[in-house]
């Protein structure tokens, strides 16, 4: 199975568990579920949908402009890759 295709468990403390592929962004596919995180951009540039990662790994699409700590990601332009849980403010 190529890597594109692998699934990847995104749990969200407080609303609800979906899968995840490499195929769209976490945005993309929380938004396919129904879980709302809001952003303006989706391409990293303003940091409205900074996300607590609290376990996993992403990786990004484009390099983020906007400034985020290290437990922080940003759903619109990162990928899963890997289970992820996360904390949507």
Do not use: W
Request: hydrophobic share 35%; charged share 30%; with cysteine.
């Amino acid at each position: 199975m190529s890597s594109d295709n692998q699934r990847f468990v995104i749990q969200v403390i407080d609303h609800k568990t979906f899968e995840a592929t490499q195929e769209k962004t976490l945005l993309e596919h929380a938004e396919a579920h129904g879980v709302e995180i809001h952003y303006h951009c989706r391409e990293g540039f303003c940091g409205a949908c900074r996300t607590k990662l609290i376990s996993g790994k992403v990786e990004y699409t484009v390099d983020p402009l906007a400034f985020i700590d290290d437990d922080e990601i940003l759903p619109c332009c990162c990928k899963a890759k890997s289970d992820l849980i996360l904390q949507i403010e």
